[in-house]
C-alpha cells in the first residue's frame, strides 16, 4: 500500500500537475478521485485538522455553488462548511495529499515537494510550461 495519498480531480490543472510531481519523485500514491469516491466526516475531518489550516482553506469559495448554498454568509460555521462539501464533494478544494511527512493542500502544485519523502527525479514543467524542477532534480 502507498504511503502517499492524493484527493485528485483529473478535471483539475493544479491536481494533475500534482500527481505527476508526486510520480516524478518515482512514487506511485493511491489516488482517490474524490469526486467519485468522497470522504467520510472523520476523513473529511481528520485531513483538514492535518493540514493546519482552517476548514474555510479546504472549500473551493469561487465554486458557484459556494454563494448558491449561502456558505459566504455570516456566522457560518465549521460543521456547516464540513456537512457542504459532503453533500457536494465539488466544493472540496484539490489537491489534499497525505504523506509520512505530512498532508497538504497543494495548491500551487509545488507546494506538494515540501512533503514528499523522495526526492524529484528529473526536470518537470506544469502543464503551462512553468518550469518547477530543473534536470537535476533540484526545484526551480
Avoid: W
Avoid at 506511485?28 to 485538522?49: G, M, Q
Avoid at 479546504?58 to 459532503?86: C, H, S
Wanted: net charge negative.
Amino acid at each position: 500500500m502507498s504511503t502517499v495519498t492524493i484527493y485528485h480531480n483529473p478535471k483539475c490543472g493544479t491536481s494533475r500537475n500534482t500527481l505527476a510531481m508526486i510520480r516524478n519523485s518515482g512514487i506511485e500514491p493511491e489516488v482517490i478521485e474524490y469526486l467519485k469516491t468522497p470522504p467520510d466526516r472523520a476523513t473529511l475531518v481528520a485531513l483538514i485538522a492535518a493540514t493546519g489550516a482552517p476548514v474555510i482553506d479546504a472549500v473551493r469559495t469561487k465554486e458557484a455553488l459556494f454563494t448558491e448554498l449561502q456558505l459566504n454568509a455570516p456566522g457560518v460555521t465549521d460543521a456547516q462548511l464540513i456537512d457542504a462539501m459532503l453533500a457536494h464533494p465539488i466544493l472540496m478544494n484539490r489537491p489534499l495529499v497525505t504523506t509520512p511527512l505530512g498532508t497538504r493542500l497543494c495548491r500551487p502544485s509545488e507546494l506538494v515537494l515540501d512533503i514528499l519523502p523522495a526526492p524529484q527525479q528529473g526536470a518537470f514543467s506544469k502543464e503551462d510550461g512553468e518550469v518547477v524542477v530543473n534536470a537535476k532534480g533540484e526545484r526551480a
